[in-house]
């Protein structure tokens, strides 16, 4: 098994070499344990026979309305929940196997909705620094690890400043610091965004693209929004428990009824272009942003 050092992508030759998928998730089955002794009440799954294979290096954008099980698989993937029937494999490490639990999670690290809830120090590079410390990693290798992981999310400048005078994007930005100082193959934002303003929101998308691209870091964005899906590789998307759609995202917007019936609420370009078709402009399927739309319409 080969570790994944925080290199720019061109300089690693990893996705080559790499066959086995990175995440394997095989027929996962999970039911969360219903609430309260006397209840009789039969809980339905929110993981029902769930299969996905995740490649090192790939950007997913993990889809769905609210309920419908992203979550719920995304903590499967760094063995916060354990699979009832089927089993979660990460670089080949069964989730099932307590002892791997460490080293699944160096591997895979998650970002939550609140970065509030992911800080723990009272300075920024100390709070990068934290799960290093507690692993006990060698002080000089701690200082490089921290330095390289607040220079790839931009808050260098910020080293000395108490989290709490950071605005809410930067906040989030240093969680990603904090998971990014383990050099985790992968990284998880479950709905990192959606506490943040539509301009920070837009800021920690970019921060996702900039270090999938520079680092060759798998990215599993976990999402309700349609617009945050559109520049990623793959989407796959979710309902009910199931993985209901799952390819690029020109073949995923192609579907535009589908996507409404799974209720999710379609990009406004997307909206437009629709539009634009209907009144008889020949707008491609592939474009899925207004720059796009609009080269369309003017070539
Ligand atoms: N801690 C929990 N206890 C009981 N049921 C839960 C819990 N978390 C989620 N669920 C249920 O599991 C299903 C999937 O939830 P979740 O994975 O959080 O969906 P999503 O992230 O797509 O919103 C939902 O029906 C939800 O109500
Ligand atoms: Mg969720």
Redesign the pocket.
């Given at each position: 098994m080969q570790e994944i050092v925080l290199v720019p992508a061109q300089e690693t030759h990893y996705t080559i070499m790499n066959t086995l998928p990175l995440i394997a998730i095989q027929n996962v089955t999970y039911t969360?344990?219903a609430?309260g002794k006397k209840t009789r009440s039969i809980?339905?799954p929110?993981?029902d026979g769930v299969s996905l294979n995740i490649a090192q290096g790939e950007y997913i954008a993990l889809l769905?309305?609210?309920?419908?099980?992203?979550?719920?698989?995304?903590?499967h993937c760094n063995a916060l929940l354990l699979p009832e029937s089927g089993h979660v494999l990460i670089d080949g490490l069964d989730t099932l196997d307590n002892s791997l639990h460490q080293r699944i999670r160096d591997k895979v690290g998650m970002i939550f909705q609140n970065p509030d809830n992911q800080i723990i120090a009272t300075v920024v590079e100390d709070d990068v620094a934290w799960a290093l410390r507690v692993r006990g990693i060698p002080l000089p290798l701690l200082r490089e690890r921290v330095e390289d992981a607040m220079t790839a999310v931009g808050i260098e400048t910020l080293r000395r400043f108490p989290p709490h005078k950071l605005s809410g994007g930067q906040r989030q930005r240093l969680a990603i610091a904090g998971v990014l100082a383990l050099r985790p193959q992968c990284i998880i934002a479950?709905?990192a965004t959606s506490m943040l303003d539509p301009l920070s929101r837009q800021d920690i998308v970019s921060l996702l693209h900039h270090l999938h691209q520079q680092y060759n870091l798998t990215v599993i964005h976990?999402t309700?929004l349609l617009e945050e899906a559109v520049l990623a590789q793959r989407i796959v998307v979710?309902e009910q428990?199931h993985i209901v759609m799952d390819g690029t995202p020109s073949t995923i917007f192609a579907n535009l009824e589908q996507l409404r019936a799974l209720k999710l609420a379609l990009p406004e370009p997307l909206v437009l272009a629709e539009r634009l078709r209907t009144i008889g402009f020949p707008i491609s399927r592939h474009a899925l942003t207004i720059e796009t739309i609009a080269q369309e319409i003017t070539h």
């Open positions: 969360y344990p609430e809980t339905s929110a993981l769905g309305h609210n309920g419908s099980g992203k979550s719920t698989l995304a903590r479950d709905e976990v309700h979710m428990g």
